[in-house]
């Protein structure tokens, strides 16, 4: 009996949410072109770290080499956006990583992964808001951080020293145009992201005037004053940089053509976005020696040293426009994570309900944006910018192995657009009469037939005698090979499967070296620590290669990522060892809010889940 309804359990958490015809409407309307989407990811990428963190990196990290620490954490980050870009335009509904999951792994990991994306996206605007504030305020010599210490502070520490309303009041606006229209916000961002890459022209065209190119080749430690490794390190932090990507995945429901427009959109942006922050830090490494440059302020302090007062203002319009676009497409992306969840029964219902008029999940908007704004009025910046990252280097892992799981093996996605192909097109399709309704019925997912077209296009994924694609076999040539014998015994397992176990294996392997090389390099020259390496990265690659034996789902008419396995696996292992780099109150906080997340998914979601029924 116990075991019994633990099986059922385990089944229900894991469930797969189906690919069908009713899973691709949408309320939302499309009304975001190529250039709203690419321009929404720009937005969301250039953000407060140009400004700031650049200056970090170049006088404590990597120095002049902080242009080849961007130009490969971009190399890094476009691992993950291909990835995104291969899901997006293949599944052009709302949620981005969170859907991918659902479809591909199960219900319980797509909760986790949902949970904690709009965590972050939403503590992020807490944390620029934050930021914004104290820019806009330092401008101004403080008046207003001084006046709310002296009238209402606070504990400090984990909390803030006092309740940032200017920071409230620019949330509580932007919360205001999100719900007005994501035309609307998609315009706004437009404006505030030009604005943005104009200053950064401006950076570039200046630096590039004022700039020595001594400041790279006869200073003190030369282009490397750290090493190649400093240049790694810089890598290693400036890849958050590129993350804002997510945007456009999430507003794909939205797009006019997302099947062309999302990938198009991903890689101009990420073009766009590593070229604009080359420029800025060869501009200042050029301007100033690296030694010289303010952690702090690096571009104003470096345009005053040149004596060009001015520009600092011209900078600082820049990065009050950078974080405002970021902000705003971070808060577009949170309310349709939290929407996308609600609609499919997880987290509360009401949060799913969608503005007839402008096509916009108000409830959800409205939600997250209290949420924020209270986030913002109590806790610390120090404390927001601990919360961040976590979420979107889990949501990057998940769907790259999604990537990988779906071109291994039978999968609903390719069923579904083979059952699209064969549908019968408008000029088949009865007219009239009782036909004409049944017709509809059937094609379209009336309610009556939901479940019976879903089993008429898939099948049962865990019956083998209903497989009918190869993709997730050895492949035929490998059999036929002199080695054929030694894969014979895979031939019983259900397609899929093999491939899929592997990956798991390879990724367990992986980051048990990665552990090993970042924890116990203190150890290296020990011969346990040589003997672990080696067996470690021996059944990693192993393990990766064996996948490589197996067929490829190849039907795909859309993006595909290129060089699969090998390209979302390198992926998966960047973001295991960036998260295994975080600091252990970060993954604390995600233990905590885990928690609390899983207590909701228990308390509502396993039971309201559609999924649960509808099947």
């Known amino acids: 009996m116990v075991k019994a309804a633990a099986k059922n359990i385990c089944y229900n958490i894991m469930r797969k949410k189906a690919v ?34 650049t200056g970090t990196i170049v006088r404590n990290v990597a120095g002049p080499s902080t242009v080849l620490s961007y130009v490969l954490a971009a190399i890094a980050s476009a691992l993950s956006a291909v990835c995104y870009a291969e899901f997006a335009a293949r599944i052009p509904v709302t ?23 709009a965590l972050e996206h939403a503590v992020a605007v807490a944390a620029i808001a934050r930021a914004w504030s104290g820019y806009m305020d330092g401008l101004f010599g403080h008046p207003i951080q001084q006046g709310l210490i002296s009238c209402c502070s606070m504990p400090g520490g984990l909390v803030a020293d006092y309740p940032d309303f200017l920071a409230v009041g620019l949330v509580a606006i932007l919360t205001i145009i999100v719900a007005l229209g994501v035309k609307l916000s998609s315009k706004v961002n437009i404006v505030f992201a030009a604005l943005n890459l104009v200053v950064i022209l401006f950076i570039f065209s200046t630096g590039m005037y004022l700039g020595r190119i001594e400041n790279w080749t006869k200073v003190e430690g030369g282009f490397f004053p750290h090493g190649f490794s400093g240049t790694i390190s810089g890598a290693a932090t400036l ?27 991903l890689v101009i942006s990420v073009t766009m976005v590593v070229i604009a ?9 050029l301007m100033e020696p690296w030694y010289n440059v303010s952690a702090a302020a690096p571009f104003p302090s470096a345009y005053i040293s040149h004596q060009w007062y001015w520009a600092q203002y011209v900078v600082s319009i820049g990065a009050l426009a950078a974080m405002t676009a970021a902000m705003l497409a971070a808060m577009v992306v949170v309310p349709r994570y939290v929407y996308a969840m609600a609609r499919d029964g997880l987290i509360m219902e009401f949060m799913a ?22 986030t913002t009025a109590i806790f610390s910046l120090h404390t927001l910018v601990e919360f961040i990252s976590i979420g979107q280097l889990l949501a990057c892992t998940f769907v790259s192995i999604c990537v990988i799981k779906l071109r291994y093996g039978p999968n609903q996605i390719s069923r579904y657009e083979s059952f699209e192909d064969d549908a019968p097109t408008e000029q088949e399709k009865p007219s009239t009469g009782a ?58 397992y259900r397609p899929g499967r093999l491939p899929f176990l592997s990956l798991c294996f390879s990724i367990l392997f992986a980051t048990a070296a990665s552990a090993l090389c970042l924890f116990g390099y203190r150890e290296s020259n020990e011969a346990w620590f040589i003997i672990l390496l080696v067996v470690f990265v021996t059944l990693a690659l192993a393990s990766l290669f064996f996948i490589m034996t197996f067929k490829q789902d190849n039907t795909m008419r859309t993006f595909k990522v290129p060089l699969v396995p090998l390209i979302p696996y390198m992926s998966i292992v960047i973001n295991i060892i960036l998260m295994l780099k975080l600091q252990s109150l970060t ?18 979601g396993y039971r309201h889940s559609k999924q649960k029924l509808e099947t």
Do not use: H
């Not at 429901?253 to 999302?262: A, F, L």
């Not at 922050?277 to 490494?285: E, Q």
């Open 20 to 53: 069908c015809t009713e899973m691709m409407r949408t309320d939302l309307k499309k009304v975001l072109n190529l250039s709203d989407l690419t321009f929404l990811s720009i937005g969301s990428m250039i953000g407060s770290g140009l400004y700031v963190l």
């Open 95 to 117: 949620g981005s990583a969170y859907q991918f999951t659902y479809i591909s792994v199960g219900e319980i990991w797509a909760f986790i992964i949902g949970w904690n994306v």
């Open 239 to 265: 890849i958050f940089s590129y993350v804002g990507y997510e945007v456009v995945a999430s507003a794909n429901e939205e797009s006019i053509n997302p099947k062309r427009d999302v990938p198009l959109a």
């Open 277 to 285: 922050y080359v420029s800025a830090s060869a501009s200042l490494t």
């Open 353 to 374: 309900k969608v503005n007839e008029k402008n096509g916009v999940p108000v409830a959800s908007t409205i939600v997250c944006g209290i949420f924020v704004m209270i």
């Open 435 to 492: 036909n004409a309704n049944a017709t509809e019925e059937t094609n379209f997912g009336g309610k009556n037939n939901i479940i019976a077209e879903r089993k008429a296009v898939y099948g049962d994924e865990d019956n083998e005698s209903v497989v009918e694609n190869v993709c997730g076999t050895v492949k035929t040539s490998v059999l036929a090979s002199s080695f054929g014998r030694l894969f014979t015994w895979t031939l019983p």
């Open 587 to 604: 993954w604390l906080r995600l233990a905590v809010w885990m928690a609390v997340g899983l207590v909701i998914y228990i308390a509502y």
